[in-house]
Every structure is written in C-alpha cells, then in structure tokens.
C-alpha cells in the first residue's frame, strides 16, 4: 500500500514553544491530507482537513490560529502547534489520499510532550 | 460523527477466525464500509472495503448484511500481531469525505 511519513516521530518542546510536524506521501500524489489527535486510551480525533494549494478546513472546537496546517505541495503537509501548552500533549497522525482514491493511508504518528 | 457502533473488546483463541461485528444502520445507499486497525502507538492500518457484496483480501473478509445495516470483519487465522484496535468505518467514496472513528473494539489474541 502507500505509505506516508511523519516527522518527527517524537518531541518535546517547552510551553510557549512552536512545534512542527510534516506529513509527507512517500510514493503517491496526496491531493487531501488529514489531521488527527488521539489522547491515550481514546479513538482518532479529526482535527482538519486540507487540501493542497487552499487553506486548511478546521473541525468545530479546533483553533486555527493554534493549529497552523500547510498543505503546499502535493506530497507535504505541516501541522505547527503554536504557543503549545502541556494540554497540547498527544499523539498526533496524520493520514492522506490521492484523488482517485477512497483509502486513507495513515502516517505513524508524532508523540508530541509539552513540558 | 461517528455512524458505527461497535463491541468495546473481544478476545479471540491463536489461530482461530476472530469476527468482530458493527452496527451502521443509518448508512445511506452510497456509503462505503471502511476497516481499520492500531496497533498501540502506530497510525491506523487499512484493511479492507466495501459497498454492498461480501469482500476477501490477503488480510480478511468483509461479510455485510443485506440491509447494509451491519457488516463483520472476519480474521480468518488469528495471530498474537492482529492484537489491536479495530475501527469500522462508514463514508463516502472518491470523495475528501473524512473519517470519523468511532471508539472501535480492542482485540485480543490469546495465545
């Protein structure tokens, strides 16, 4: 199957620190690239939805303004978590989809500490 | 919104077939059923789909029921790896339509 790519894997970055994590597809042309959050013990929470080359369509509840997601090329998305605090700390996946495609195909996940 | 409901665990014997059912009776006519699994702290795995007819891949079936109201994920031979969650999912096909996942079932393989 496709695969896709996370990085980094993990991190751990100070409160009111900024902190990127890209998303790439390795081997298709991601024309929709998906955001998640997942808390322990609790399912996959979409976050947003982008696009590539338009902006970012945000789930109700999540910031935008704190969840910055890039989507400009067809191969790479960020999601960069601004001012993150502790309750910032997940694990974030991302997933992506090529346009004749009805399979999503899930990166391996961004372990994100916020100290 | 997750559409699907679904057992919250099952345990199933090494090297027997694990079935694990879902509930979608609210799907529309061209909604697809999606599976996928976690293994703990790794992105979800695809499995399999389907629409309205009975699907078989290298990894599972995928048996839905006439009405399309419920579907089973049937592992045929199960090993201690097919230990995760188990996520049936409902949506639309071809299109940016998300994902919503609901709170799956966690499988256990005993061995």
């Known amino acids: 199957g496709a695969v896709v790519s996370q990085h980094p894997s993990r991190v751990i970055c100070k409160s009111g620190t900024s902190v990127k994590i890209e998303c790439r597809s390795l081997d298709f042309q991601a024309t929709t690239m998906f955001w998640y959050r997942q808390f322990p013990k609790k399912s996959l929470m979409l976050m947003a939805t982008?696009?590539?080359?338009?902006?970012?369509?945000?789930e109700q509840g999540v910031e935008k303004d704190k969840f910055l997601i890039n989507h400009a090329s067809l191969t790479l998305s960020t999601l960069t978590v601004t001012s993150a605090h502790p309750e910032d700390s997940s694990f974030y996946i991302c997933?992506?989809?090529?346009?004749?495609?009805?399979?999503?195909?899930f990166g391996p996940g961004t372990r994100l500490t916020v100290t | 919104d997750a559409k699907t409901t679904q057992p919250p665990s099952m345990d199933c014997a090494e090297g027997r077939a694990a079935n694990l059912p879902c509930n979608h009776s609210t799907i529309s006519g061209n909604e697809y059923v999606y599976w996928y699994r976690q293994i703990h702290s790794q992105g979800p795995q695809y499995i399999i789909h389907?629409?309205?007819n009975n699907e078989t891949n290298e990894m599972a079936s995928l048996i839905i029921t006439e009405d399309r109201k419920s579907s089973t994920l049937i592992l045929p031979h199960a090993t201690l790896r097919d230990t995760a969650v188990y996520y049936c999912i409902v949506r639309l096909q071809n299109t940016g339509n998300q994902f919503y996942f609901g709170t799956g079932t966690s499988l256990t393989v005993i061995p």
């Open positions: 997933s992506a989809k090529s346009a004749g495609g009805g399979e999503q195909y």
């Open positions: 982008s696009n590539e080359g338009s902006k970012a369509t945000y």
């Open positions: 389907g629409l309205k």
